[in-house]
């Protein structure tokens, strides 16, 4: 069975390859376009009429919130480890 918000969702993560090229483009980083989608999810979760659908994407909204966390903390520490690599 499809829910309602399953078809906006597989049109996002298709899209996902196209949205990498054009956060690259801008300047947004990964992080940025994971805690995008977290919000997205979180945003179709209100919206949600059946008590399954809210927790399924409750939790891809976490997942996305955890991977934007994590991205963003590898972002910083590649941006540190090349600081500390270059003479200064």
Request: aromatic share 8%; charged share 25%; proline share 2%.
């Amino acid at each position: 069975m499809q829910y309602p918000w399953h078809e906006g969702c597989v049109r996002g993560a298709e899209q996902c390859r196209n949205d990498a090229a054009i956060c690259r483009f801008t300047g947004m980083t990964n992080a940025d376009h994971y805690a995008q989608l977290a919000k997205q999810y979180a945003d179709a979760r209100v919206k949600a009429d059946d008590h399954f659908s809210r927790e399924q994407l409750e939790t891809l909204e976490r997942s996305y919130r955890i991977l934007a966390a994590s991205e963003a903390a590898l972002e910083r520490s590649l941006t540190l480890a090349q600081r500390l690599g270059k003479p200064g």
